[in-house]
């Protein structure tokens, strides 16, 4: 696929785990907590017209990782995200608009049985060879969710005011390099 404002080879695209961070930010009593996802894959299909491009990444929630043991097995129980019966997060593209040389991607998002309508605001940061002999591609997405949209409503008052100790916006952001598969 050639375009004058991004040029990106027509093909089939398999994310690179070592080189892709599917992370998120949410509020927390002043601060703010951040995660990420260990454990995932997903596939970019280019087309010679690249509205007519596809994305599905499935994430595998029992790898979220916080930095604090405790944290994240609560984040895995039922209070949160339920892995025992809802093992994975999804996103399936359903349409792609060029703007620039980025994009937004627009796609069905899974959490705990729940599919919502979202929109990632996606930045192209090029393509080029590897040292492996390979072609990659680098990209950089963003969105912002409400979590009790997802059914992930727990929280706790804090004690003498009228604020809860966990926001409801979660926003994702996404660093991926993804590999042309031959």
């Known amino acids: ?40 894959e997903g596939t970019l299909v280019t087309a010679d017209d690249i509205t007519a491009s596809t994305v599905n990444v499935s994430v595998d929630l029992s790898t979220i990782d916080t930095g604090t043991a405790g944290r994240d097995d609560h984040l895995r129980s039922a209070d949160f995200f339920e892995v025992e019966n809802h093992p994975t997060m999804t996103f399936v593209s359903s349409g792609v608009v060029q703007k620039g040389s980025d994009f937004v991607v627009t796609g069905d998002l899974t959490i705990k ?53 966990i926001g409801d916006k979660i926003s994702i952001h996404i660093n991926a390099e993804a590999v042309l598969q031959a």
């Open 1 to 40: 696929m050639t375009d004058t404002a991004t040029a990106v080879t027509t093909g089939t695209w398999n994310l690179d785990p070592t080189h892709t961070e599917i992370g998120f930010t949410v509020r927390h009593l002043i601060g703010k907590v951040r995660g990420k996802f260990l454990g995932f």
């Open 113 to 165: 049985g729940v599919s919502k309508p979202v929109d990632l605001a996606v930045e192209f940061l090029g393509e080029g060879g590897d040292p492996w002999g390979g072609t990659r591609v680098g990209v950089e997405a963003t969105t912002e969710i409400s979590r009790k949209e997802f059914g992930i409503d727990f929280n706790m008052p804090v004690e003498g005011t009228d604020k809860l100790v």
